[in-house]
């Protein structure tokens, strides 16, 4: 049945909060070269072979070396536009944001090559995230249409208004979704149903375009907040760990320019630090 809800060590700059004073750490480890344009999302692929990346300036999907960050391969340029997020569905499928095609393509992978066999459009208009359910269920975010669409089998089966250029999705460890509804500087805990279970928003956060994210198997939360140049690090509780970046425009260690993607597995977070055309990587240290 469809459902509609609507919704009304280096120079390092580490903020953190009150008692929390090295609990918590991203330690620079390496950048890559400049041979991206403007990347947004990244997932690994299931071996961890590739870091693919969605290099939006290049519209394709770059496949890096998740050690040494080299391009290892490509595809997508000749026909999309616009390459803002990837992600695998339970059949190793890769379903890609398409945005400025005003769709969500999908590819079976051979190597670093994508052969196309599908495509999701319906009532969505420029996606910039897509995440695949368990049960086969695609969510895809129209950062035009200021909705999140819910697709099964290529047809519409709900949906969120209300929203205001929504972004990334990611999927809780208890099987909610994270929804980064970037215009209004927030982000929204959704059941896989849609239904709004939590806000993270206002002064505490800070919030200034919060775009793309992953989410730890505690339920820490990592996210690329673009318009503050910085990367925000946020317990399942809510509370702000650490902010890393000056909050102004910088490159280097521990420096961003409108960062966007965020990819964590295990203690290794690749970040797309969007705006200096680069995939950086860091590492989790705890106390």
Do not use: C
Request: proline share 4%; aromatic share 6%.
């Amino acid at each position: 049945m469809r459902s509609i809800i609507t919704a009304t060590a280096l120079s390092l700059t580490l903020l953190l909060a009150p008692g929390l004073a090295q609990a918590f750490e991203l330690r620079f480890e390496a950048a890559s070269a400049a041979v991206l344009d403007n990347p947004h999302d990244l997932k690994l692929d299931a071996g961890q072979k590739y870091l693919l990346v969605s290099d939006v300036g290049n519209n394709r999907v770059a496949f890096l070396d998740p050690a040494s960050l080299a391009v290892v391969g490509s595809f997508g340029a000749d026909h999309q536009s616009g390459t803002h997020d990837v992600d695998f569905d339970a059949d190793g499928r890769l379903h890609v944001a398409d945005t400025h095609n005003n769709r969500v393509t999908i590819y079976e992978l051979d190597g670093t090559r994508g052969t196309l066999v599908g495509e999701l459009s319906e009532r969505v208009r420029g996606p910039e995230g897509v995440l695949a359910g368990p049960d086969g269920r695609i969510y895809v975010a129209g950062a035009w249409s200021h909705n999140v669409v819910v697709y099964r089998e290529g047809v519409v089966v709900g949906e969120l208004k209300g929203l205001r250029s929504p972004h990334d999705l990611e999927w809780t460890p208890d099987g909610n979704i994270w929804l980064a509804d970037a215009g209004n500087d927030r982000m929204l805990l959704l059941s896989p149903d849609l239904e709004i279970l939590k806000e993270w928003s206002g002064t505490a956060y800070a919030f200034n375009g919060v775009r793309y994210q992953d989410v730890l198997p505690d339920g820490t939360v990592i996210a690329a907040d673009k318009n503050n140049h910085q990367v925000k690090v946020i317990s399942a509780e809510g509370e702000l760990l650490l902010t890393l970046g000056t909050g102004r425009p910088g490159k280097g260690p521990n420096q961003f320019t409108t960062p966007e993607g965020v990819e964590v597995h295990g203690d290794l977070v690749w970040i797309s630090d969007s705006g200096n055309d680069r995939v950086v990587r860091y590492r989790i240290i705890r106390d």
